[in-house]
């Protein structure tokens, strides 16, 4: 083994592992209060949300709706003729975009903040210290925000016959003729619209309903829209086997006795992700984890007392890149700070699925009220009576509202609709400040707007009973 040296840093201050959303955050909040901070980075600076997720998998969201806006734009009394794709010029964009959002070179951004930016696989040598680039790195503190990888089920003849993850997806060299999308969750269904919008044959193949945990009349209003744009979804199937036959993969399953089989150029895998952290040397560090992830308490500190993780490297997160941010100035807090600490709350925490409509979610569905012994009203408006929906030609899509029945106040709320994704605020604000339904019924809300679905639902849902 080689010799591992001493860093010129002995005395950092912090130290973060990950250079994701939440370590970024970390590290840049750190620096600005003065700390002494160092980055270890394996990849990229800006993680998979930046460069294979949320950003450049919107951006081809985008580049496919306009597609889509294009090739039926007859409805609008527009004539578009021969619409087409540029598969390398919408590549080039999404290049493009990453870089605008990124704010150019990502490495030189984070060393002229101040930061040490080490671009090496980084492991703990012992409580303190961390090797990274045959360095011996010592901190005072350390924050562990390595984020998470896809998950490759043990599928025969899977790894053999080839599979792309969507890391590989937003930058494929060429759009393959039939694709095959194995998973139901956020991944798949949003990666299945974008590649059918291209003109992809896409089949979507789920071995439990489509996206588990969301209310269900949403789900399957999304369902609906995505077989009339051509996906072929097949839940309750188990894969059982991947052949290659030439050019061609062949996908075997079963939903119960009935074979189910899939011919496609490429797989998508999008059966979801789990922490990233194959030799870190927790073990060596004293930190307590397991499968899911490593063990934090409300304050993000880990087993260890000088050791904070945030991000999809916390086990039972929420996976999503605004909870990370959130996450990482509660640690710069807690880590840097003399007063007193502070502790991530999850009350209203809002997320979204950028499919067309998107579908949009703030905490309680009406299953888990009712589970968590709520006694339970609900409301249900769809979107298609908005003025709005019928002067875009946007009728798909509902919003569902879920309140306490005795006291009104609002739980959850569940939106699908065009940009739902933004109607998500108002709604957030409400369960996690404990107001009623009243509260959103009584306040103004602009017209034409789809905000107007909010309202009425609220106004439907602060009805007395019987009303």
């Known amino acids: 083994m080689a010799a591992i040296e001493p860093s010129a840093h002995r005395d950092l201050d912090l130290l973060v592992i990950g250079a994701g959303a939440a370590g970024s955050t ?38 496919a709706e306009v597609l889509h806006l294009a090739r039926t734009a007859e409805r609008f009394g527009i ?7 540029d598969w390398p010029a919408v590549r080039a964009r999404v290049a493009g975009v990453i870089d605008a959002i990124r704010g150019g070179d990502g490495d030189c951004n984070v ?18 210290e961390i090797e990274a680039d045959g360095r011996l790195l010592r901190a005072e503190k350390v924050v562990v925000a390595v984020g998470a990888r896809a998950m490759v089920p043990e599928v025969p003849g899977l790894r053999e016959a080839g599979f792309v993850t969507n890391v590989e997806a937003v930058d494929l060299p060429d759009l393959p003729r039939r694709l095959a999308v194995v998973g139901g969750g956020v991944v798949a ?63 075997r399953g079963r939903r119960g006795p009935e074979l ?9 895998l999008a059966t979801g992700r789990v922490p990233a952290l194959e030799d ?18 409300a304050g993000m500190k880990s087993s260890q007392p000088h050791v904070w993780a945030v991000g999809d490297a916390v086990a039972g997160g929420l996976p999503f890149t605004h909870v990370a941010d ?73 919003v569902k509202l879920v309140a306490e029945r005795t006291t009104g106040r609002l739980l959850g709320g569940h939106v699908l609709s065009a ?25 103004l809300h602009a017209y034409p707007t789809f905000s107007e679905g909010v309202f009425w639902t609220a106004f439907e849902l602060a009805k007395p009973d019987g009303g």
């Open 26 to 63: 970390v590290a840049f909040e750190a620096a600005a209060k003065g700390a002494r901070v160092a980055l270890a980075e394996r990849w990229k600076v800006g993680g998979t949300c930046l460069n294979a997720g949320c950003d450049p998998t919107k951006t081809l969201v985008r580049s």
């Open 79 to 85: 004539s578009v003729p021969a619409a087409a794709a």
């Open 111 to 128: 060393r002229d903040a101040g930061i040490d930016l080490v671009k090496a696989h980084a492991r703990f040598h012992s409580p303190h």
């Open 189 to 251: 269904v949003e990666f299945a619209q974008i590649f059918a919008r291209f003109g992809v044959e896409v089949t979507l193949l789920a071995r439990g309903p489509l996206l588990r945990g969301e209310e269900p009349e949403l789900v399957a209003a999304l369902t609906e829209a995505l077989r009339r744009e051509g996906v072929r979804i097949e839940t309750g199937v188990r894969p059982e086997r991947v052949e290659r036959l030439g050019g061609t993969k062949l996908l």
């Open 260 to 268: 189910i089989v899939c011919e496609a150029d490429e797989i998508l």
């Open 280 to 297: 870190l040397g927790l073990d060596a560090a004293g930190i307590a984890h397991s499968a899911q992830g490593i063990v934090v308490d």
């Open 326 to 398: 959130y996450q990482a100035r509660v640690v710069v807090h807690n880590a840097l700070s003399d007063e007193r600490p502070q502790e991530a709350v999850y009350d209203g925490v809002p997320w979204a699925i950028f499919t067309d409509p998107e579908l949009g979610h703030v905490g309680h569905t009406e299953a888990d009220a009712r589970a968590a012994g709520f006694e339970v009203k609900t409301a249900v408006v769809p979107i298609r009576g908005l003025a709005r929906a019928v002067t875009s030609d946007e009728p798909d899509g509902m």
């Open 419 to 443: 940009r739902g994704g933004e109607l998500l605020g108002e709604i957030a604000l409400a369960v996690r400040l404990k107001l009623s339904a009243e509260a959103i019924a009584h306040t």
